[in-house]
């Protein structure tokens, strides 16, 4: 029986993040309760990438305001790297931390940033078989919600504790694993 988790929080830049991410934490006993944060508006200008930057420090304070009230959190962020490396897209959500006069996430908090490189068709169309790179755009055709299901099926027992990922993971997946980890099952 997984922890009893009362607040979980999933921020992405669009509905293939978001069915990815609730589709493991439903495999992993959290199927209920979940806040998704807006996605952002097609057509509005601006990129799913830098709407989550900039909703993060945002649901980063929305997750600490709701730890130490009787009540546990969970708080998953998932972003394309894009053409930028994984690394960098991670300082970037730090700077944004930086920025709003946030203290860093600790080791302690059930904080998860995944960053697909490329974008999470990669890691989806990596998790249903397929030899994947993450130079080249996978995101036509869109996966299923069947194909998302199996994916996350297949990364759940790719994070299980002292399991290895398969041999299509590509190294953005293989380095998120330890977020995915953090995630009680």
Same mark, same amino acid.
């Given at each position: 029986? @997984?922890?009893? *988790?009362?607040?979980? *929080? *999933? ?23 979940? +806040? ?30 709701? !730890?130490?009230? +009787?009540?546990?959190?969970?708080? !998953?962020? !998932?972003?394309?790297?894009d053409q930028e490396t994984t690394r960098r897209r991670a300082a970037q959500l730090s700077s944004a931390l930086t920025a709003a006069g946030m203290d860093q996430r600790?080791?302690?908090?059930? /904080?998860?940033?995944? /960053? ?27 996966? $299923?919600?069947?194909? *998302?299901?199996?994916?996350?099926? $297949?990364?759940?027992?790719? $994070?299980? @504790?002292?399991?290895? @990922? ?7 997946? $293989?380095?998120? /694993? @330890?977020?995915?980890?953090? /995630?009680?099952?």
């Amino acid at each position: 029986m @997984p922890e009893r *988790i009362a607040n979980k *929080i *999933i921020l992405a830049e669009d509905v293939e993040q978001q069915n990815l991410v609730r589709r493991y934490l439903e495999r992993c006993g959290h199927g209920r309760r979940l +806040r998704l944060v807006d996605l952002p508006a097609d057509g509005a200008g601006g990129s799913g990438e830098k709407y989550v930057r900039d909703q993060f420090a945002k649901q980063v304070q929305a997750y600490r305001s709701s !730890i130490g009230k +009787r009540a546990s959190a969970l708080l !998953i962020v !998932i972003v394309d790297a894009d053409q930028e490396t994984t690394r960098r897209r991670a300082a970037q959500l730090s700077s944004a931390l930086t920025a709003a006069g946030m203290d860093q996430r600790n080791e302690d908090e059930l /904080i998860a940033i995944l /960053i697909p490189k490329r974008h999470v068709e990669t890691w989806v169309r990596a998790l249903l078989g397929e030899q994947v790179n993450e130079t080249d755009k996978f995101k036509y055709p869109e996966p $299923t919600s069947k194909q *998302i299901l199996q994916a996350a099926e $297949t990364l759940y027992g790719w $994070t299980r @504790p002292n399991a290895e @990922p398969g041999p299509t993971s590509p190294p953005s997946l $293989t380095e998120s /694993i @330890p977020e995915w980890r953090k /995630i009680p099952s």
